[in-house]
């Protein structure tokens, strides 16, 4: 995800520093006009805005934490925008301890996966002050197409915590949906015809439902990373008593979908779990 928003970044003429533990985007964004760093820290003295995409909680908390992170860098004043995907609480905490810093910070988690990061057609949910907000607007609306502040610090993560309910929890209403067809005798390419034009209709059912008809799970957005997510949503909801009963059970799918060895399909994989033997890869 990061690589293409950098990408956006440049095309929208910002002057950009990077650096990630993996080298090939970094080789790649410098080629394309970005300048390189060596670490977060010096990414962070190089710049008015940082900008972070990392995996889970703990990747975030290291890099804007950790020796050589964001907070040795940064300088006062300076805004630091989080847009990975991260459990609220820790959002929270990082954005108070940075603001004793001078230092404000933002969660904006997105959805819209690698193709809407590719054409920068992303939906951003931002969590912090007003003031922050609107200095990372034009960085927003070169990434994004639907970019909405949500509330103050952690309420980003809360809304990107309800973005992957829904998701996941229509991914497999679909699977379970197409799998009754199929092993019904029914025409499982009718029914999501039929379905399409009626209330049911989603993009969702569109486009993973396509995948899962053509049994083709090459990643848009990794079942493991949707189940980290899942742990996530699950933990957000004990935290503040509320009760999301039909997704325990797609998070468990999730989990035994990675366990099974299908961590890196699309979450579009559920299907494999659901579908008829014989004609499920």
Do not use: Y
């Given at each position: ?29 410098v080629?394309?006009g ?35 992170g964001v ?16 459990d ?18 933002l ?49 980003g ?12 929890a ?31 209709g ?58 099974d ?21």
């Amino acid at each position: 995800m990061g690589r293409p928003m950098a990408r956006n970044l440049l095309a929208a003429g910002f002057d950009l520093t990077v650096h990630s533990r993996s080298p090939d985007p970094v080789d790649e964004l410098v080629e394309a006009g970005a300048s390189r760093a060596s670490s977060a820290a010096e990414v962070a003295r190089a710049s008015d805005v940082t900008i972070t995409m990392l995996p889970d909680t703990p990747d975030v908390e290291l890099v804007l934490e950790g020796a050589e992170g964001v907070a040795a860098g940064a300088a006062e004043r300076s805004l630091v925008i989080d847009m990975s995907t991260i459990d609220p609480q820790p959002a929270r905490r990082l954005a108070a301890a940075f603001a004793e810093r001078g230092i404000a910070v933002l969660d904006a988690p997105v959805s819209g996966g690698e193709r809407g990061a590719i054409d920068a057609t992303l939906s951003i949910m931002v969590g912090g002050e007003d003031h922050a907000f609107e200095r990372a607007r034009p960085i927003f609306e070169a990434l994004g197409r639907t970019i909405v502040h949500v509330g103050p610090s952690g309420a980003g993560q809360v809304c990107k915590a309800c973005n992957q309910l829904v998701v996941a929890a229509t991914i497999e209403a679909v699977a379970e949906a197409l799998a009754l067809a199929e092993r019904s005798g029914v025409d499982a390419e009718r029914v999501r015809e039929a379905l399409l034009g009626g209330f049911a209709g989603s993009k969702i059912l569109e486009v993973h439902g396509r995948r899962m008809l053509d049994r083709t799970f090459e990643p848009g957005f990794r079942a493991r990373l949707h189940a980290k997510d899942a742990r996530i949503v699950l933990e957000a909801a004990r935290d503040v008593g509320a009760v999301v009963p039909s997704f325990e059970v797609v998070a468990a799918q999730l989990d035994r979908l990675v366990r099974d060895g299908g961590g890196e399909l699309d979450h579009a994989g559920l299907f494999t779990l659901l579908a008829p033997p014989a004609a499920a890869t």
